[in-house]
Each structure stands twice: as C-alpha cells, then as structure tokens.
C-alpha cells in the first residue's frame, strides 16, 4: 500500500520562495551600497574628472537638477567645526523632484568622506516643482584641522554603482 504523500499548498511555496528572492536582492542591494557612489571616489579620482568638477559659483547640470554651491562658510560653535554650503538647486525637468541634503557629501584631502547633517540643514526632503529654485545650507561637521575639500552632489536615492555625480572644488574656499 503506497504512504500519503502530502502536498505542499502552492500559495505557501510561492510565498516562501518570494522570501528568499527578496533576501538574495536585499544582499546584493547592500553589497552594491559598500561599493558604489561617493565612497569609492576619492580626491585623486575626482581630480581626473574634469568635465564634472566645478568651481564654487558655477552651476552643473545633474539629471534634472540645475545645482550650484554658492557660498561655503566656515563656522565654530565651541570645540565643533561645521562647513556650511549655501546651495542653490533648480528643477530643470517637467515633474517634481525631491531635494534632499544626502544628495551632498564631502571628500577631504585624506579621502574621507563626511554626510550632511540633517538637523542643522535647510535641505532635507523638499519637493521642488519644475522651473522653480530652492535655496538652503547644507552643513556638515568636519575637523578643525581637515581641508581640501571636494562637495560631491548625485542621486537622493540608493545607488547602486554607476550613479552619476558633479563635484565642487572647495579646497581654495577656507576663510
């Protein structure tokens, strides 16, 4: 006499089988993340890219982002350091964007690489509609003694390696 084999319901194997695809791309995900954007690219990279590095003042086009760096102002506060950007950015294209400080990061003369600090930035997750401007400071805290700046702006989402960056020269800016 043959044993009852049981079956499996196809809902459940389907389900369990998303689960492990979606872990597999989350790995992946994190994988790209350690390896990609801003942290890999250090002064000497940047240096060699001279199409996207502009000077403080001028405008580079980034997607459909019109972005420059207007000002850069030093400031301490006690024994902290902060680089303050004022940062001008125009959406070029024909739908609203979202604007956000974590599309800034700074590359020192070490290559080290410092995040926005959101708290003190004006720019944090703001919707610009088409053809208009927002205007606002991107501040971050650095060392007293680090300098040789670079501001790298990209994409205000996960990237995944290959997202395209512009780079402000702030290295002769320090007053």
Request: charge should be negative.
């Amino acid at each position: 006499m043959d044993s009852p084999t049981r079956e499996v319901p196809k809902k459940k194997l389907l389900l369990v089988l998303g689960a492990f695809i979606a872990f597999i791309a989350l790995l992946v995900v994190i994988t790209k993340m350690s390896d990609s954007g801003v942290s890999s690219s250090g002064v000497a990279q940047v240096e060699q890219q001279e199409n996207n590095v502009y000077e403080i003042g001028e405008t580079a086009e980034l997607g459909n982002f019109a972005i420059s760096i207007d000002h850069i102002t030093y400031k301490i506060e006690g024994s902290n350091h902060f680089l303050e950007l004022n940062a001008s950015v125009k959406n070029t294209g024909d739908k609203a964007q979202r604007v956000s400080s974590n599309m800034f990061a700074l590359i020192d003369d070490m290559d080290k690489n410092y995040q926005a600090d959101i708290g003190k930035s004006d720019i944090t997750k703001l919707t610009v509609n088409p053809g208009i401007t927002q205007k606002g400071k991107v501040v971050f805290e650095v060392p007293k003694d680090v300098s040789g700046f670079f501001v790298a702006v990209g994409p205000d989402s996960l990237d995944l390696g290959g997202a395209d960056y512009v780079y402000f020269d702030a290295r002769s800016d320090r007053k």
